[in-house]
């Protein structure tokens, strides 16, 4: 069974700094496809950066990106430049045929003045 | 930006009633998802619908549940009969077709109150 372990319940990050949020999974799968998705307090779901295990290089979107170890089955998000924006709960996510998602139990990140 | 959209943006309902939970994907995704969060716990895939027919569902989505597309626009999910433990936010997803790579892209969500 395909599962996604966030070892992080919370974060806290300085204005400014940068911060990074863990994600492992399991999975026998060789392709698949991986998201990180920011929940802020109004509940939406905002994808914020994908990443397909075919590619080597490391996805980046702006101040977000990520940090994917295939072997290792590892896939961190790292913020840079933290903004109060930015506070929010962090899932990951992973699917291998982009049907049945299987989301972390989220890191909820905190940015300090 | 083309978005998906969700109502209500919260229901009550008593136990025992059915609910339907109304969805309208972006209008060129021909993929379609209801996930469901409970309040503090993590994201739960129920249910993907593809051509007029589910994909796949997990085992959360009972007979209780069942998901229709009824027009060229709405995407329903009906609880036949709700109880307690059906509380939660319950989120529609669409994607488009290039490829399986394509993100799945979440509407706002319903707060589904069962008292």
């Known amino acids: 069974a395909q599962t996604v372990t966030q070892s992080q319940p919370e974060m806290s990050v300085q204005e400014a700094e940068t911060v990074t949020l863990s994600c492992t999974y399991d999975t026998s799968e060789s392709d698949y496809y991986l998201f990180w998705y920011k929940q802020p307090p109004s509940r939406q779901m905002i994808l914020v950066i994908r990443?397909?295990?075919?590619?080597?290089q490391n996805a980046t979107e702006n101040r977000f990106s990520v940090n994917f170890q295939k072997a290792a089955k590892s896939f961190s998000l790292k913020i840079s430049d933290s903004q109060l924006g930015d506070a929010a709960m962090y899932f990951c996510a992973y699917t291998y045929n982009n049907n049945d998602m299987r989301f972390g139990a989220g890191t909820r990140l905190t940015v300090k003045p | 930006e083309p978005e998906v959209t969700q109502t209500p943006s919260h229901q009550v309902t008593q136990m025992g009633q059915e609910v339907i939970l109304r969805c309208v994907p972006i209008s060129n995704h021909l993929y379609f998802y209801w996930y469901r969060q409970i309040l503090g716990q993590k994201v739960e895939f129920l249910v993907s619908f593809y051509n007029n027919e589910i994909s796949e569902k997990s085992e959360i989505f009972d007979d209780q549940f069942s998901v229709e597309r009824p027009d060229g626009s709405n995407f329903t999910l009906k609880i036949r009969s709700t109880k307690l433990e059906d509380s939660a936010m319950y989120f529609c997803a669409s994607r488009g077709v290039r490829g399986n790579n394509q993100p799945q892209h979440f509407g706002d969500g319903t707060r589904l109150s069962i008292l």
């Open positions: 990443q397909e295990a075919y590619k080597q």
